[in-house]
């Protein structure tokens, strides 16, 4: 039987994505009297002098940086109370829900949040926006046992972001599922032209270039405060002669923004994409009474 293919599913990336800031710039490192620049700087040298990937070099700098006094999960889970957010979030996420028409809601359309991130689950797990999304996938941490991080039991980079895209769109969230497995088109339930992917530059090309080959949405955000402009060339870039992607916006996720308006249209109509082909299933398989 035929999956009903009546969910929406956008899915964000998180650093300078949903937050302008990096996650552990703005809540680890303060909390651990670790200097940024120092440790940024470290990484940088365990991928340039060591052949490091980035978030594995990322992961064990701040292993040895908190050698000493190695956290919990649960320890960084509180730590992520504190995140802070693009405007207009959380709200958003509940606000997007009145898209739905009477129409929509009686064939079962609905919306579904998820974060593919190469930061660390547990802080956004922690977070304000967490009640509203569906999965997290981000990098975490094993513990010894005392209960501390230890080493990384998963790590999200940022061409493995692309796995957890075909997840979403097979429904294989649990990690002992193999994603691999073929599974029929009509069997998936959110196709790639019911995704929305919103990213912010050249670590999210991966995903922007698979939805793009499979039909889905996908908006480059930049910060509008970003002085450097640096945020904005990033986008820029991927619109153009790049071609990753055909819109960007300003990350500002309040109702009327340009962001807004994007997301909002390309939901509304992905809803009703769904209606229109609930109906033509429906009525394909009505049989006419016999009129004698």
């Known amino acids: 039987m035929a ?12 650093d300078q ?14 909390r ?18 060591e052949g490091y990937e980035s978030e594995l070099a990322y992961l064990k700098a701040m292993l040895d940086y908190l050698e000493i006094d190695r956290p919990s999960n649960k320890d960084l889970e509180k730590l992520g109370a504190d995140l802070k957010f693009f405007d207009g ?22 919306f579904e949040h998820y974060i593919v ?24 941490f094993a513990e010894d046992e005392s209960g501390r991080i230890a080493f990384p039991k998963r790590v999200i980079s940022h061409t493995a972001k692309t796995q957890y895209l075909f997840r979403i769109n097979k429904g294989m969230l649990n990690a002992h599922d193999d994603v691999n497995d073929h599974m029929p088109e009509e069997l998936r339930p959110i196709p790639f032209e019911n995704m929305i992917y919103v990213g912010d530059g050249p670590t999210d090309v991966p995903c922007f270039t698979v939805m793009k080959k499979f039909g889905g949405q996908a908006i480059a955000v930049y910060n509008p405060k970003d002085e450097t402009r640096s945020s904005f060339r990033k986008a820029y870039q991927l619109s153009g002669a790049a071609d990753r992607i055909k819109y960007i916006a300003p990350a500002d996720y309040r109702a009327g923004s340009h962001l807004r ?19 033509r299933e429906l009525s394909d398989a009505t049989v006419a009474a016999p009129t004698h």
């Open 117 to 140: 991130s190469s930061g660390i689950k547990t802080l956004i797990d922690g977070s304000k926006l967490k009640p509203f999304i569906h999965e997290v996938f981000g990098c975490e």
């Open 261 to 279: 308006l994007l997301l909002d249209e390309m939901a509304t109509d992905a809803a009703n994409n769904i209606v229109a082909r609930r109906l």
């Open 32 to 49: 651990f009297g670790i200097n940024p620049a120092e440790f940024w700087k470290a990484c940088k040298k365990l991928v340039e002098e």
């Open 3 to 14: 999956s009903p293919q009546n969910i929406i599913g956008i899915v964000y990336d998180y």
């Open 89 to 110: 979030l959380p709200e958003m996420f509940s606000e997007m829900e009145d898209l739905l028409s009477p129409e929509h809601r009686a064939m079962g359309v609905k």
């Open 17 to 30: 994505t949903l937050s302008p800031t990096y996650m552990q710039d703005e809540v680890l490192f303060p």
